[in-house]
């Protein structure tokens, strides 16, 4: 059960806001990276590591820890944000992100970094990892919940509605899937290069429970959530969102998929995002 | 004339047996539970079993996922499907972690009851060998499929496990070895030179054995049901000791056992080897053993091969 008061609303947008900065400054160390996808992301993946999630960064290896996994794995920078904000590593693991020999890789690997709950990068697998996880859970009378995090471009993956089916069929009630919905990818609008819509229909008739919200308003994104967990049966939470939320130039650019900020796009970037936080 | 039992029979089997004794392990299928022979798992244990449709790759990520809480699962499918269309899901999300997911490929080769080339698994080998981290097991018989369930199931890291459809004779008794990554000597210990064989083709090689004893030509053979870790140190003392090769499989000859013997003989002992396997074509329907004749994969084949490989060694 989720409750929440105006300060913890307060308490995770400004945390929200320090995992913005963080994206931007570890991606432009890197001079590589995905900024766009990770700023969409920010408000959610803030909530489930700062109030959802029942978590201990001390004991990452807890067996009955709820599971994040980020299927849209090119976004690492926000969950590698997130884990270093919560004390699973230190901070100063942020700057070798995408460097030779770091814990941080290009793509999130369980074997490397705490707190990863599972390896991806490729598209479309997470929630089928996701349902193994909370099959696991069932068998072992464990009561964790699965958190699945995946792009709006990624539900073009095929796999997608392999698991969609299976989750329905298994009747999992511990698995919550979250669909950043930004309607851009690498070569531009989803809607152009290949429409998903109607996205909340589909997992409808795949037999998924749905709750549309703005993925970037803190209360909604919380009390999705809330209902999610009453909610018998998988739940998916279609979270519109701006790709590059945060930081003006980059909002709803498709070349800021996978581009790092130059000298002066990274002063202005943080200078904005500081701003917001005033 | 020797008892027969298919190896995905045998191993299906002995996952019933192994169910019994310990509770570490669930069974997942895609749709074909029945063809490989992991029914025999479903009817023993429905609670530690799932079935996920036609639709291998969810199921070969979903067993990734379910491994990474601890609990190994066996994930049974055709040969064909594991090995290409849940391809990436074996390489990216179980060998990459090493996580402990037994792969269970049935129907490996060309016996797949005449269906034909769509169906028959004669590249898997050479394409799981070319991914990291995970072990490559091949029994030649009913006991050896058996010892392999029991082998995988303490084995750390992604195993891959390539039966076969057709029943075939046992030719192991209660003295047989099973470890990973270990060749079997077998019977014949000659020293004019070793036949190597992997799985169902383990039995011609016998029978090619006993032939060319007839006609005084003493080979040494070995059973190599492990194709990666390969057994280089086998290897290399056969080459040692015998100075000519053949290598019997049912696969395509780029990317299996002939290959990775030939590297590693190349690399520390170069010696003659030639290879009987599929000559780099696909299959088509039809009686196995039709088959087998008609790819230059019969007994006479593997005598004939033999023989070549005694008139290069002379030289």
Redesign the interface.
């Known amino acids: 059960m989720i409750s929440y008061t105006l300060e913890d609303i307060k308490y995770l947008k400004e945390k929200a806001n320090n995992i913005r900065k963080d994206i931007i400054q570890m991606i432009y160390k890197a001079n590589a990276g995905h900024p766009g996808g990770s700023l969409s992301a920010a408000d959610i993946v803030t909530a489930l590591y700062f109030h959802v999630m029942q978590i201990d960064p001390q004991n990452p290896n807890w067996?009955a820890r709820d599971r994040f996994?980020l299927s849209k794995g090119h976004a690492c920078p926000v969950w590698y944000a997130a884990l270093a904000e919560k004390g699973y590593f230190d901070m100063v693991h942020l700057n070798t992100l995408r460097k030779f020999h770091s814990i941080l890789q290009g793509h999130p690997?369980?074997?490397k970094t705490t707190g990863i709950?599972?390896?991806s990068?490729?598209l479309g697998?997470g929630l089928?990892?996701?349902?193994?996880?909370a099959?696991?859970?069932k068998?072992?009378r464990l009561n964790y919940c699965v958190y699945v995090l995946l792009g709006d471009g990624e539900i073009q993956e095929?796999?997608v509605w392999?698991?969609a089916?299976?989750a329905a069929h298994?009747r999992l009630d511990n698995l919550i899937a979250i669909v950043d919905y930004n309607g851009l990818q690498v070569d531009g609008w989803t809607k152009e290069v290949m429409d998903i819509h109607p996205v909340v229909e589909k997992w409808e008739a795949f037999g998924w429970n749905t709750i549309e919200i703005d993925g970037h308003n803190m209360i909604e994104i919380l009390d999705a959530f809330q209902k999610a967990h009453k909610i018998k049966g998988p739940v998916v939470i279609v979270a519109h969102t701006v790709k590059g939320k945060g930081v003006s130039f980059m909002e709803n650019v498709a070349v800021w998929h996978g581009l790092a900020p130059n000298d002066d796009q990274v002063k202005q970037a943080l200078a904005e995002l500081e701003k917001e936080a005033e | 004339m020797l008892e027969q039992i298919a190896t995905r029979r045998a191993f299906g089997e002995e996952l019933v047996r192994l169910g019994k004794e310990r509770e570490d392990f669930v069974v997942m299928d895609a749709d074909i539970a029945k063809s490989c022979s992991t029914d025999l798992f479903h009817k023993a244990f429905p609670e530690r079993s799932y079935n996920f449709g036609i639709a291998e790759q969810n199921f070969m990520a979903i067993a990734a996922g379910y491994a990474t809480t601890g609990t190994q699962v066996f994930a049974a499918t055709y040969g064909v499907f594991a090995s290409m269309r849940a391809c990436e899901q074996i390489r990216t999300f179980i060998c990459y972690p090493k996580l402990n997911v037994r792969i269970i490929a049935s129907h490996g080769g060309l016996q797949v009851g005449a269906d034909g080339a769509t169906h028959q698994a004669i590249e898997d080998i050479g394409i799981m060998r070319s991914i990291p981290n995970v072990a490559i097991v091949h029994p030649a018989d009913g006991t050896s499929a058996r010892l392999a369930a029991r082998a995988v199931v303490d084995y750390e890291g992604p195993v891959y496990i390539r039966l076969l459809r057709n029943p075939s004779p046992v030719i192991f008794d209660q003295n047989y070895k099973f470890e990973i990554g270990k060749a079997v000597a077998l019977k014949h210990n000659g020293n004019d030179l070793t036949i190597i064989g992997t799985g169902a083709m383990v039995y011609k090689t016998l029978d090619a054995a006993e032939r060319l004893k007839a006609e005084g030509i003493n080979v040494k053979v070995l059973e190599m049901h492990t194709i990666k870790p390969i057994d280089q140190e086998a290897i290399i003392k056969a080459a040692q000791e015998t100075g000519g090769i053949v290598t019997v499989e049912d696969h395509n000859i780029f990317g299996g056992l002939g290959s990775a013997v030939s590297e590693v003989l190349s690399e520390n002992y170069p010696t003659i080897v030639k290879r009987v396997a599929i000559p780099d074509m696909f299959g088509e329907s039809g009686d196995s053993e039709l088959l087998y004749e008609h790819y230059g994969m019969s007994v006479k084949d593997i005598v004939n091969a033999a023989k070549e490989v005694l008139k290069k060694k002379s030289k």
Do not use: H
Not at chain 1, 128 to 133: A, N, T
């Open positions: 067996e996994i690997d369980m074997q709950d599972m390896t990068g490729s697998n089928s990892v996701g349902i193994g996880m099959l696991a859970a068998r072992n095929g796999i392999e698991a089916m299976s298994y």
